[in-house]
């Protein structure tokens, strides 16, 4: 199953592709991501499919630094809750431990090592793919998040002692020092950032004990993410349908996987993707008919119905009433998740 990242990673993306000549949604195409998840941040999209728009921009536009620049625009926001709960430790030592101990609920395949010694404190990075090392303007990019979320810990003036990168030197070394404001060093073992062991006991002045136990608890409750193919893919098919969007081949797209991936799967877990749908079809629809000035005929198109006749059809069978009854007070009776749904389009 491939990992999974917040598209939120994408926030900056359009602005920084426009900034050196690229149509976002043309390079997004390309790079099979669905252009809807730039204004959904929540939506998990397939690791690989971002790397490969990373590397294709960066090619395309012949701007080697394109990772650092998407980086640069980026910060704890960009992290959703894991940047929430780092932004309220009382350290930044405690706050570097809090976003190695979440931040895969933000990247599934990203992983930081912490190693101390009297004098330096050394936060590696790893990320997890298929080549032995992950490509070079991923790397850019979460090396550089990693950077700005310390830095707004300290504020800007604020510069590690030195930054390892594994693979040689780019043309311009110079954008590199700048960007981390410190020796930058290619070729290396790893890639990491390196600060002085005096840095983790600053105090973060806006850190609040209580909100922090808070969100612990809400993102300790988010990292129990669906681990079954049935689990993922009901997650993906409850956003998707929130966006009026979502077939099977769209499901695949975010899981980075071929349809028939899904369906052999899904049948292995004793289900389908059809009982999926029509299951989020029945939870959303009862939320939609709600709101008397929505038309019919939009709630069809959004759940994926070729024709409101087949909504009603469907709607009759799965709670016992029609749709006018419910909306008039008439409860709706509640079925079985896996009866068959009418025909979509």
Not at 149 to 156: E, M, V
Request: hydrophobic share 40%; with cysteine.
């Amino acid at each position: 199953m491939a990992d999974l990242i917040r598209s939120a990673s994408l926030s900056y993306y359009p602005e920084i592709a426009r900034s050196v000549g690229l149509d976002p949604r043309q390079m997004m195409r390309k790079a099979r991501l669905p252009l809807a998840v730039l204004d959904k941040p929540d939506t998990p999209i397939p690791v690989a499919s971002l790397r490969r728009l990373l590397e294709m921009s960066a090619a395309v536009s012949g701007a080697e630094d394109f990772g650092l620049r998407l980086a640069e625009r980026g910060g704890l926001t960009n992290f959703g809750a894991v940047g929430l709960i780092v932004r309220e430790q009382a350290t930044v030592g405690e706050a570097i431990a809090a976003f190695s101990r979440f931040i895969h609920v933000h990247h599934e395949g990203m992983k930081l090592d912490i190693v101390r010694d009297k004098q330096t404190v050394t936060v590696r990075l790893h990320l997890r793919g298929r080549r032995p090392t992950a490509p070079r303007q991923s790397i850019d990019t979460a090396l550089g998040s990693v950077h700005r979320i310390i830095q707004s810990l300290f504020g800007s003036d604020w510069r590690p002692q030195e930054v390892h990168l594994h693979y040689p030197p780019p043309h311009d070394r110079k954008r590199y020092r700048d960007f981390f404001g410190c020796r930058v060093v290619f070729n290396a073992d790893d890639d990491a950032i390196l600060l002085s062991a005096h840095d983790m006991e600053r105090r973060i002045p806006s850190a609040h004990p209580l909100v922090a136990n808070y969100l612990r608890k809400r993102i300790e409750a988010i990292e129990n993410r669906p681990a079954s193919w049935e689990e993922k893919v009901d997650d993906v098919v409850r956003s998707l349908l929130a966006s009026g969007d979502c077939t099977v081949e769209r499901v695949a797209e975010h899981l980075a996987c071929t349809r028939r991936t899904i369906h052999r799967h899904l049948a292995a877990s004793g289900t389908s993707f059809s009982a999926i749908l029509d299951a989020q079809r029945a939870d959303l629809v009862i939320q939609l008919i709600e709101d008397p000035g929505r038309p019919l005929a939009d709630i069809a198109a959004q759940l994926g119905f070729s024709a409101q006749s087949a909504m009603a059809r469907w709607f009759r069978g799965r709670f016992g009433c029609t749709i006018t009854d419910c909306r008039k007070g008439a409860r709706p009776l509640a079925q079985p998740a896996n009866m068959l749904p009418a025909s979509a389009a």
